[in-house]
């Protein structure tokens, strides 16, 4: 971590922060309300986060909130939802809607994820059934890897919750920001690949069948991949998910079932695990991660990590300067540390000055939050002591 660390994201932190909070979050709410027929008492609940997550202050969690608390909720209890680290923020909403419609119960629909009817609307749409036919001839245009590598890089771009600010989507930009992907090969040589997933659906399928593809050619040996132990901003991958693709590929005409039957027997002889750990769905930076974490992370030939979210929680959620090197902001990280992540918030580091200011004249500020743009960062040196 650089010396001088840059400012931490408010709610109150420019325009993005402040629509997510103010627009988004309000709008994700009505698509769960609208989803399901849920009854009064859920209805009032979510009735009551719409109002308390755009006008009211942070208030206490029911239940057993001990994880909570350790993560900071008794500090920031009474504070506006604005007025704290916007990454404490958004995480905390997700939690709060997840109470709101019984999820952690007791009760029936206790273990119902809200988001499933998009999460599956989009796993059976037509365009995936496109991007599994594709491995058909997966050999026939180039290098396989990195045909998977780029599957895996844009489908981060399948990411629901955005697609509610419709005016951020635009046409995909195919030249990244920054690519260091030739360090990423040397480092997958029979090894563990932590993958630490983002969304559901079509960026899972393609994280899926990197996976499959990594251990059919033996680049690795063994792979865990990190999904989240419940639902969590709107299409992030939970287990019962990764279940949901792996039968989508297993039902798959041609190539694709191949995949579904490397990955089916993977899980079952145990070289490819799911983890979901608690701390996956922390509000919290990753450089602040449990013990039991570090480990795992420093026991893999390279840590993935997926997506914009990702991002921000493993180089801080801070405005850095866009060239601080990423090597420095994840000097910190146990081991060899990757990330693959189209850009949907302010965060940014590891750009060229040329490349900074090649954006700016083009796009102003757009191109940090448009989904457009994308990066392969790597730190093949992140081993510092654990
Ligand atoms: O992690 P993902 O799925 O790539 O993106 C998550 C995201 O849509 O949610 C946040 C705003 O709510 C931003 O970090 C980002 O735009």
Redesign the pocket.
């Known amino acids: 971590m650089p010396d001088s660390a840059a400012p931490v994201i408010l709610g109150t932190t420019g325009p ?2 402040r629509s ?1 909070l103010a627009e ?1 979050h309000p709008a994700i709410i009505r698509q769960v309300r609208d989803a399901f027929p849920y009854g009064p008492a859920q209805q009032h609940a979510l009735d009551a986060l719409l109002h308390n997550c755009t006008e009211g202050v942070i208030e206490p969690l029911p239940g057993d909130a001990s994880g909570w608390r350790d993560w900071g909720l008794d500090g920031y209890a009474g504070r506006s939802w604005f007025d704290v680290p916007w990454l404490w923020s ?1 995480s905390y909403f997700y939690r709060r809607l997840l109470d709101a419609v019984g999820y952690f119960g007791p009760g029936p629909w206790q273990g119902i994820d809200p988001f499933r009817p998009f999460k599956l609307a989009e796993l059976d749409a037509k365009e995936t059934d496109e991007e599994l036919a594709a491995l058909d001839d997966l050999g026939s245009h180039g290098d396989p890897d990195r045909a998977l590598l780029h599957g895996s890089l844009w489908g ?1 771009r399948a ?1 629901l ?2 697609r509610l ?1 419709a005016a ?1 989507s635009g046409e995909a930009v195919a030249a990244l920001v920054a690519d260091d992907s030739a360090a990423l090969w040397p480092l997958l040589h029979g090894g563990t690949l932590c993958l630490v997933a ?2 559901a659906g079509r ?1 899972l399928v393609p994280d899926l069948l990197l996976i499959a593809r990594l251990l059919d050619t033996g680049r690795i040996a063994r792979a865990v991949l990190h999904v989240k132990p419940y639902p969590y ?4 991958a939970t287990t019962a998910d990764v279940l949901d693709a792996l039968r989508r590929l297993t039902t798959a005409p041609g190539a694709a079932a191949g995949y579904g039957r490397t990955l089916w027997s993977a899980m079952a002889d145990g070289r490819l695990a799911v983890r979901a750990h608690p701390f996956s769905c922390a509000p919290l930076p990753y450089s602040e991660m449990p013990g039991d974490l570090r480990a795992e992370f420093a026991s893999a030939a390279l840590t993935i990590f ?7 929680r493993l180089v801080g959620d801070r405005l850095w300067p866009p060239t601080t090197p990423f090597a420095e902001v994840t000097d910190w990280f146990p081991g060899p540390v990757a990330a693959l ?2 850009l ?2 302010d ?1 940014i580091t590891g750009l060229s000055a040329d490349t900074e200011a090649t954006l700016d004249a083009a796009e102003a500020e757009r191109w940090r ?1 448009a ?1 457009t743009h994308a990066l392969i960062q790597v730190n093949p040196h992140a081993s510092a002591a654990t």
Do not use: A, H, M
């Open positions: 993005f922060p997510v988004r958004e981060n990411d919750g955005f600010s951020e983002d969304n960026e901003y709107v299409s992030d997926k997506g914009d979210l990702n991002y921000r992540r189209t949907k918030s965060v939050t989904g």
